[in-house]
Protein backbone atom coordinates (compact mmCIF):
# COMPACT_ATOMS: atom_id res chain seq x y z
CA UNK A 1 0.00 0.00 0.00
CA UNK A 2 1.16 3.71 -0.77
CA UNK A 3 1.95 5.75 2.25
CA UNK A 4 -0.71 7.15 3.68
CA UNK A 5 -1.23 11.02 3.15
CA UNK A 6 -2.10 11.28 7.15
CA UNK A 7 -1.05 9.07 9.95
CA UNK A 8 -2.24 10.01 13.37
CA UNK A 9 0.15 8.36 16.44
CA UNK A 10 -0.37 7.87 19.59
CA UNK A 11 -1.97 10.79 20.03
CA UNK A 12 -2.83 12.89 23.31
CA UNK A 13 -4.44 15.76 24.45
CA UNK A 14 -5.45 16.78 27.82
CA UNK A 15 -6.76 19.61 29.29
CA UNK A 16 -5.86 20.59 32.49
CA UNK A 17 -5.79 16.74 34.90
CA UNK A 18 -8.66 15.61 32.02
CA UNK A 19 -7.43 13.13 29.36
CA UNK A 20 -9.57 14.12 26.32
CA UNK A 21 -7.67 11.61 23.78
CA UNK A 22 -5.94 8.66 24.74
CA UNK A 23 -3.94 7.44 22.77
CA UNK A 24 -5.42 7.23 18.95
CA UNK A 25 -3.66 5.90 15.93
CA UNK A 26 -5.36 6.49 12.22
CA UNK A 27 -4.38 6.51 9.05
CA UNK A 28 -6.03 7.95 6.01
CA UNK A 29 -5.70 6.53 2.11
CA UNK A 30 -5.08 9.49 -0.33
CA UNK A 31 -8.71 9.25 -1.97
CA UNK A 32 -9.94 7.44 1.24
CA UNK A 33 -13.11 8.83 3.11
CA UNK A 34 -12.86 8.12 6.80
CA UNK A 35 -15.79 8.67 9.01
CA UNK A 36 -15.33 9.89 12.42
CA UNK A 37 -18.04 8.96 15.22
CA UNK A 38 -18.85 8.59 18.81
CA UNK A 39 -21.00 9.62 21.32
CA UNK A 40 -21.14 13.67 22.38
CA UNK A 41 -17.82 14.43 23.90
CA UNK A 42 -16.15 11.47 22.61
CA UNK A 43 -13.10 13.84 21.73
CA UNK A 44 -13.88 14.00 17.73
CA UNK A 45 -13.91 17.60 17.60
CA UNK A 46 -10.74 17.86 19.50
CA UNK A 47 -9.32 15.49 17.44
CA UNK A 48 -9.71 17.48 14.23
CA UNK A 49 -8.62 20.85 16.16
CA UNK A 50 -5.46 18.79 16.67
CA UNK A 51 -4.80 18.08 13.51
CA UNK A 52 -5.48 20.65 11.64
CA UNK A 53 -3.21 23.07 14.09
CA UNK A 54 -5.86 24.78 16.62
CA UNK A 55 -4.83 22.78 19.64
CA UNK A 56 -1.20 21.33 19.86
CA UNK A 57 -1.25 17.42 21.11
CA UNK A 58 0.06 16.76 24.59
CA UNK A 59 1.78 13.74 23.14
CA UNK A 60 2.09 11.96 19.91
CA UNK A 61 2.42 12.41 15.65
CA UNK A 62 0.33 13.46 13.01
CA UNK A 63 2.10 13.27 9.66
CA UNK A 64 0.66 14.72 6.65
CA UNK A 65 2.44 12.90 3.55
CA UNK A 66 5.07 11.82 5.91
CA UNK A 67 6.18 14.77 7.16
CA UNK A 68 5.40 15.96 11.00
CA UNK A 69 3.03 18.97 10.86
CA UNK A 70 2.21 18.69 14.84
CA UNK A 71 2.34 21.72 16.61
CA UNK A 72 2.40 23.63 13.50
CA UNK A 73 0.03 26.48 12.97
CA UNK A 74 -3.44 25.98 11.18
CA UNK A 75 -2.13 28.55 8.41
CA UNK A 76 0.76 26.69 7.88
CA UNK A 77 -0.78 23.13 7.33
CA UNK A 78 -3.77 24.95 5.23
CA UNK A 79 -0.64 25.78 2.60
CA UNK A 80 0.27 21.92 3.04
CA UNK A 81 -2.70 20.52 1.86
CA UNK A 82 -4.78 20.21 5.10
CA UNK A 83 -8.28 21.99 4.75
CA UNK A 84 -11.23 21.85 7.66
CA UNK A 85 -14.64 23.24 8.26
CA UNK A 86 -16.23 23.93 12.11
CA UNK A 87 -18.91 22.46 13.71
CA UNK A 88 -19.83 25.77 14.76
CA UNK A 89 -20.25 28.68 11.49
CA UNK A 90 -17.37 30.32 10.78
CA UNK A 91 -18.76 32.83 8.11
CA UNK A 92 -18.44 36.42 8.17
CA UNK A 93 -21.95 38.59 8.71
CA UNK A 94 -21.09 41.53 6.76
CA UNK A 95 -19.13 39.57 3.96
CA UNK A 96 -21.31 38.64 0.22
CA UNK A 97 -20.75 35.02 -0.57
CA UNK A 98 -18.25 36.14 -3.18
CA UNK A 99 -16.08 37.93 -1.35
CA UNK A 100 -16.03 34.83 1.39
CA UNK A 101 -14.52 33.13 -1.94
CA UNK A 102 -12.32 35.29 -3.13
CA UNK A 103 -10.54 35.83 0.27
CA UNK A 104 -10.30 31.85 -0.04
CA UNK A 105 -8.87 31.80 -3.42
CA UNK A 106 -6.47 34.62 -2.49
CA UNK A 107 -5.49 33.09 0.47
CA UNK A 108 -4.82 29.68 -1.51
CA UNK A 109 -2.44 31.59 -3.70
CA UNK A 110 -0.29 32.29 -0.52
CA UNK A 111 -1.55 36.27 -0.44
CA UNK A 112 -1.73 38.55 3.03
CA UNK A 113 -2.54 41.64 3.18
CA UNK A 114 0.42 42.57 4.88
CA UNK A 115 1.35 46.10 3.46
CA UNK A 116 1.93 47.62 -0.16
CA UNK A 117 4.34 44.41 -1.00
CA UNK A 118 1.07 42.18 -0.17
CA UNK A 119 -1.82 44.46 -1.59
CA UNK A 120 0.27 44.48 -4.87
CA UNK A 121 0.60 40.93 -5.25
CA UNK A 122 -3.11 40.47 -4.54
CA UNK A 123 -3.64 43.21 -7.39
CA UNK A 124 -1.87 41.16 -9.40
CA UNK A 125 -3.85 37.74 -9.06
CA UNK A 126 -6.92 38.81 -8.97
CA UNK A 127 -7.68 38.16 -12.80
CA UNK A 128 -6.99 34.71 -11.93
CA UNK A 129 -8.79 34.69 -8.79
CA UNK A 130 -11.71 36.16 -10.64
CA UNK A 131 -12.00 33.20 -12.61
CA UNK A 132 -11.48 30.62 -9.90
CA UNK A 133 -14.50 31.97 -8.11
CA UNK A 134 -16.21 31.87 -11.04
CA UNK A 135 -15.76 28.39 -10.90
CA UNK A 136 -16.13 28.04 -7.06
CA UNK A 137 -19.45 30.11 -7.59
CA UNK A 138 -20.51 27.36 -10.40
CA UNK A 139 -19.39 23.90 -8.91
CA UNK A 140 -21.14 24.70 -5.23
CA UNK A 141 -24.69 26.42 -7.11
CA UNK A 142 -24.18 29.54 -5.48
CA UNK A 143 -24.07 31.43 -8.58
CA UNK A 144 -27.73 33.27 -7.92
CA UNK A 145 -26.41 34.27 -4.33
CA UNK A 146 -23.14 35.83 -5.41
CA UNK A 147 -24.17 39.18 -4.06
CA UNK A 148 -25.98 37.62 -0.59
CA UNK A 149 -25.03 37.89 2.60
CA UNK A 150 -24.84 34.44 4.63
CA UNK A 151 -27.85 35.10 6.91
CA UNK A 152 -29.84 35.52 3.67
CA UNK A 153 -28.88 32.27 2.31
CA UNK A 154 -30.33 28.86 3.71
CA UNK A 155 -28.44 26.87 6.09
CA UNK A 156 -27.75 24.12 3.73
CA UNK A 157 -26.26 26.96 1.21
CA UNK A 158 -24.23 28.61 4.06
CA UNK A 159 -22.63 24.80 4.87
CA UNK A 160 -22.18 24.48 1.16
CA UNK A 161 -19.97 28.14 1.21
CA UNK A 162 -18.00 27.13 3.72
CA UNK A 163 -16.83 24.06 2.49
CA UNK A 164 -16.51 25.55 -0.56
CA UNK A 165 -13.67 28.08 1.52
CA UNK A 166 -12.30 24.75 2.29
CA UNK A 167 -11.94 23.31 -0.85
CA UNK A 168 -10.74 26.67 -2.66
CA UNK A 169 -7.03 25.82 -2.01
CA UNK A 170 -7.33 22.89 -3.57
CA UNK A 171 -6.37 20.58 -0.44
CA UNK A 172 -5.34 16.93 -0.89
CA UNK A 173 -6.49 16.31 2.92
CA UNK A 174 -10.09 17.86 4.33
CA UNK A 175 -11.46 17.64 7.78
CA UNK A 176 -15.31 17.95 7.87
CA UNK A 177 -17.00 18.75 11.52
CA UNK A 178 -20.69 17.22 11.48
CA UNK A 179 -21.02 19.35 7.59
CA UNK A 180 -25.04 17.99 7.75
CA UNK A 181 -25.74 18.90 11.08
CA UNK A 182 -29.23 21.10 11.36
CA UNK A 183 -29.97 19.85 7.26
CA UNK A 184 -33.33 18.32 6.32
CA UNK A 185 -33.11 14.96 5.07
CA UNK A 186 -34.07 16.45 1.70
CA UNK A 187 -30.90 18.88 2.05
CA UNK A 188 -28.63 16.27 3.63
CA UNK A 189 -29.06 14.16 0.77
CA UNK A 190 -28.52 17.11 -1.83
CA UNK A 191 -25.68 18.06 0.14
CA UNK A 192 -23.87 14.50 0.20
CA UNK A 193 -24.16 14.36 -3.31
CA UNK A 194 -22.33 17.59 -4.09
CA UNK A 195 -19.80 16.56 -0.70
CA UNK A 196 -18.87 13.29 -3.12
CA UNK A 197 -18.74 15.41 -6.42
CA UNK A 198 -17.03 17.93 -5.08
CA UNK A 199 -14.31 15.86 -3.43
CA UNK A 200 -13.41 13.43 -5.85
CA UNK A 201 -9.87 12.17 -5.50
CA UNK A 202 -9.43 13.85 -1.73
CA UNK A 203 -8.69 12.03 1.17
CA UNK A 204 -12.03 13.00 3.15
CA UNK A 205 -11.97 12.45 7.29
CA UNK A 206 -15.67 13.61 8.73
CA UNK A 207 -17.64 13.75 11.89
CA UNK A 208 -21.22 12.63 11.14
CA UNK A 209 -23.64 11.77 13.77
CA UNK A 210 -25.92 10.65 10.34
CA UNK A 211 -25.97 7.03 10.18
CA UNK A 212 -27.26 6.93 6.60
CA UNK A 213 -24.57 9.74 5.73
CA UNK A 214 -21.63 7.94 7.22
CA UNK A 215 -22.80 4.41 5.67
CA UNK A 216 -23.01 6.48 2.04
CA UNK A 217 -19.92 8.41 2.02
CA UNK A 218 -17.58 6.69 4.16
CA UNK A 219 -14.75 4.04 2.99
CA UNK A 220 -14.51 2.98 6.80
CA UNK A 221 -15.58 4.14 9.86
CA UNK A 222 -13.54 5.26 13.20
CA UNK A 223 -15.51 4.69 16.42
CA UNK A 224 -14.06 6.95 19.45
CA UNK A 225 -15.54 6.71 22.90
CA UNK A 226 -14.04 8.31 25.97
CA UNK A 227 -10.88 9.68 23.67
CA UNK A 228 -10.04 6.32 22.75
CA UNK A 229 -10.60 4.39 19.64
CA UNK A 230 -12.93 1.68 19.95
CA UNK A 231 -13.02 0.12 16.38
CA UNK A 232 -12.32 0.84 12.93
CA UNK A 233 -12.65 -0.43 9.76
CA UNK A 234 -15.25 -0.99 7.19
CA UNK A 235 -18.59 0.12 7.80
CA UNK A 236 -19.83 -3.76 8.06
CA UNK A 237 -17.40 -4.25 10.60
CA UNK A 238 -17.96 -1.41 12.64
CA UNK A 239 -21.98 -2.07 12.26
CA UNK A 240 -21.24 -5.68 13.44
CA UNK A 241 -18.83 -4.50 16.08
CA UNK A 242 -20.24 -5.95 19.34
CA UNK A 243 -18.51 -3.48 22.29
CA UNK A 244 -19.44 -0.31 19.22
CA UNK A 245 -23.30 -1.60 18.98
CA UNK A 246 -23.56 -1.39 22.85
CA UNK A 247 -22.13 2.54 23.31
CA UNK A 248 -23.31 4.17 20.20
CA UNK A 249 -25.32 2.03 17.20
CA UNK A 250 -27.45 -0.05 19.55
CA UNK A 251 -30.69 1.34 18.03
CA UNK A 252 -29.28 0.46 14.10
CA UNK A 253 -30.18 -2.68 12.69
CA UNK A 254 -27.13 -5.26 11.72
N1 LIG B 1 -10.67 23.90 25.19
C1 LIG B 1 -11.14 22.98 26.06
N2 LIG B 1 -10.89 23.08 27.39
C2 LIG B 1 -11.35 22.15 28.26
N3 LIG B 1 -12.09 21.07 27.90
C3 LIG B 1 -12.36 20.92 26.60
C4 LIG B 1 -11.92 21.86 25.60
N4 LIG B 1 -12.34 21.43 24.38
C5 LIG B 1 -13.03 20.29 24.60
N5 LIG B 1 -13.04 19.99 25.92
C6 LIG B 1 -13.69 18.81 26.52
O1 LIG B 1 -13.25 17.66 25.82
C7 LIG B 1 -14.28 16.72 25.72
C8 LIG B 1 -14.43 16.31 24.28
O2 LIG B 1 -14.96 17.42 23.56
P1 LIG B 1 -15.13 17.39 22.00
O3 LIG B 1 -13.83 17.05 21.35
O4 LIG B 1 -15.77 18.67 21.59
O5 LIG B 1 -16.15 16.16 21.80
P2 LIG B 1 -17.05 15.73 20.57
O6 LIG B 1 -16.68 16.57 19.39
O7 LIG B 1 -16.75 14.27 20.38
O8 LIG B 1 -18.47 15.92 21.01
C9 LIG B 1 -15.52 17.35 26.32
O9 LIG B 1 -15.68 16.86 27.63
C10 LIG B 1 -15.20 18.83 26.33
O10 LIG B 1 -15.85 19.48 27.39
MG1 LIG C 1 -17.77 17.90 18.22
Not at 90 to 109: I, P, Y
Not at 130 to 155: I, K, M, N, T, V
Request: charged share 20%.
Amino acid sequence: MSQPVLQVQALHRSFGLTHILRGIDLELAAGECLAVIGPNGAGKSTLFNVISGALAPSAGHVLLRGRSIAGQSPDAIARLGLARSFQISQLFEHLSVADHLRLACLRSRGLRFDGWRGLRGVLAKLPDVQAALALWLQRLELGDQQHCLPGELSYAQQRMLELGMALAGEPQVILLDEPTAGMSRSETAQFVQRLRALTQGRALMLVEHDMQVVFELADRVAVLHEGSLLACGTPQQVRGDAAVRSVYLGGLPC
